[in-house]
């Protein structure tokens, strides 16, 4: 029986768009905050790394939090709409409160201006976003193929996103006025965009009803589901076995992609050039997208999403392997090509992300009997705010631990080797974990078994 369809074009491109506004905040920060601190505003990269690291201790608990907050929302937008539209306000202020940090302030005062602002940032309002922004997936539509597609999407506007962010942001905040000025403009105009985007994703879609959202084709899921509370929430995460593998393995992406965008600082001392940051962009996000495009049908041709998603990562693991050979080589060229190779491996699991959690979701209601698609998206927050924030903190922790001097224009044969380790090494390790953890992830497998025992039962 072929599935209901639930959207039009325009609904899915709408959706999609979404990822502009969250993406000129995630991009932004994690490609150039640590440049901006380190260099213009003067502080020392350990000591932001560590900030980083204990805000992230507030993550952990607003997740599950807000996921919960959105599981029991219920407005004439939904659960989810509302906590996406006015979160992002919250977001555009803060991102640019990371970019103004007042030159004429103690040294003291700066680290607490920009925790601050960072915590508030991450913990709060994109957290809500985030989940909200994700969760709709599973909220619009309950059609598998349209949520791979939305998935493809949103990633395609991602990583369009990133692409333009690395490419034009340097040349912009020179065009802009330079040093700090410059920063704080470019933040503006991004925090501007953001705002756009983000509204206009929202009034795109229009969330299901619940009996809709109820509809699973078995008689005995058809009750009413019970109530629970965010300790209920919490165990019923940590016991879907599926849903710690996906959110470590989130997380991992996320570290391995703050790891690439840290990758400023291994084009302007190694490769003796900062611009090279947009052009390995280019041969990243570019084989991105383009599989992207490819991933719905590549979906359909192998019957789901598990062997595609391990046999991307295992070819993602070799290009990047490739990439570490022609870094020591000194070869630019086959390094751009062997990245672009890599993230054609990584397209896949990127484009059906979101279908994989809706299925973690269901697997959840099929065990348990309780839908919890808002809690279960916490882990898309949680991978971006942790991942992102733990690869960003270790690139600081190894920078001040290799000797790095923002003020100095060559740095030590400590740092050199660092950067190599931190631009090299680190990426191909983490794809080669990944792919060790999506050979466990076969839910689709789990609930195809569940809904047949219970057909018969």
């Known amino acids: 029986m072929q599935e209901k369809k639930y959207l039009k074009w325009y609904n899915k491109v709408g959706y999609g768009s979404g990822d502009i506004a969250g993406n000129v905040v995630y991009a932004f920060l994690s490609s150039f905050v640590m440049i901006f601190l380190t260099n213009t505003a003067g502080l020392n990269a350990g000591v932001v790394g560590t900030l980083i690291a204990v805000s992230k201790l507030f993550d952990g608990i607003t997740d599950i939090f807000f996921g919960s907050m959105i599981d029991k929302t219920k407005s004439k937008m939904g659960k989810a709409r509302p906590w996406m539209l006015y979160a992002y306000i919250g977001c555009a202020v803060t991102l640019v409160a990371i970019f103004v940090i007042p030159a004429d302030m103690g040294e003291f005062a700066k680290y607490a201006w920009f925790f601050i602002a960072y915590t508030l940032l991450n913990a709060v309002f994109y957290t809500a976003n985030n989940i909200a922004y994700s969760a ?61 985007t983000n509204t206009l ?35 019923m995460l940590v016991s879907n076995k599926y849903y710690i593998i996906i959110c470590v393995t989130y997380i991992l992406m996320q570290i391995y992609t703050a790891t690439l965008n840290m990758g400023i600082y291994y084009m302007t001392y190694v490769l003796g050039n900062a611009s090279l940051l947009g052009i390995f962009s280019w041969a990243i ?32 693991t070799i290009g990047r392997g490739l990439v570490v050979a022609a870094g020591y080589m000194g070869n630019i060229p086959l390094m751009l090509i062997f990245s672009g190779i890599a993230a ?45 924030g733990i690869g960003t903190a270790l690139a600081g922790w190894l920078l001040a631990f290799s000797g790095y001097d923002g003020a100095a224009a060559v740095q030590s044969a400590s740092c050199m080797s660092m950067l190599h380790v931190m631009y090299l090494w680190i990426p191909m390790i983490i794809n080669l974990i990944i792919a060790v953890l999506l050979s466990r992830l076969n839910v689709e497998k789990a609930n195809a078994r569940l809904l047949a025992e219970k057909t018969k039962a």
């Open 344 to 388: 054609i491996g990584m397209s896949p699991l990127q484009g059906d992300l979101n279908a994989l959690i809706a299925s973690c979701s269901e697997y959840t209601f099929l065990t348990k009997h309780k839908r919890v698609d808002g809690t279960m998206y916490s882990c898309t927050s949680l991978g971006v705010k942790i991942g992102g």
């Open 201 to 235: 994703s929202v009034l795109s879609v229009k969330e299901l009803s619940e009996e809709e959202l109820d509809e699973t084709g078995v008689k005995a899921q058809e009750e009413k589901t019970e109530k629970y509370n965010l300790v209920d929430a919490a165990k």
């Open 285 to 316: 996000n570019i084989p991105l997208i383009i599989g992207l495009v490819f991933t719905p049908i590549l979906v359909a041709r192998f019957k789901g999403m598990y062997k595609l998603n391990l046999l991307g990562y295992i070819v993602a």
């Open 136 to 196: 709709l997936t599973a909220l619009i539509t309950r059609n598998g193929s349209e949520r791979v597609q939305m998935g493809s999407i949103r990633f395609m506007f991602a990583f369009g996103t990133s692409l333009f962010i690395q490419s034009v942001t340097v040349g912009a905040v020179e065009a802009l006025g330079g040093g700090a000025a410059g920063w704080r403009n470019v933040a503006i105009i991004y925090a501007i965009i953001g705002v756009i």
